[in-house]
Nanobody, 120 residues
Framework: QVQLVESGGGLVQPGGSLRLSCAAS????????MGWYRQATGKQRELVAT???????NYVDSVKGRFTISRDNAKNTVYLQMNSLKPEETAVYYC??????????????WGQGTQVTVSS
């Protein structure tokens, strides 16, 4: 079917930066919006940023000016550049993609998540 694989997570000090990547593969005809979400321990999953197929981006207020979402449509990949990270942003980060498959089904797919830990 369709798989999303995230990478780039890890341990970073407060104020540091990380770049997450999420590559989609499989029976993809086209991808509409893609997004990044995060879920801290004991909390609900929350939206971080989304980007449309033509590059229009939206962010949760708490990350505006520090995070940048981008995508490479030729590679079916979405990125999240995270700067000035804060300890409270420690979470598992998930990507998703609104995919039209070659069988003409439209579904929302999720990656398995990548851990981001912000700590000194």
């Amino acid at each position: 079917q369709v798989q999303l694989v995230e990478s780039g997570g890890g341990l970073v000090q407060p104020g540091g930066s990380l770049r997450l990547s999420c590559a989609a593969s499989g029976i993809i005809f086209s991808i509409n919006a893609m997004g990044w979400y995060r879920q801290a321990t004991g909390k609900q999953r929350e939206l971080v940023a989304t980007i449309t197929s033509d590059g229009s981006a939206n962010y949760v207020d708490s990350v505006k000016g520090r995070f940048t979402i981008s995508r490479d449509n030729a590679k079916n990949t979405v990125y999240l550049q995270m700067n000035s990270l804060k300890p409270e942003e420690t979470a598992v980060y998930y990507c998703n993609a609104d995919v039209r498959t070659i069988t003409w089904r439209r579904e929302l797919y999720w990656g398995q998540g990548t851990q981001v830990t912000v700590s000194s």
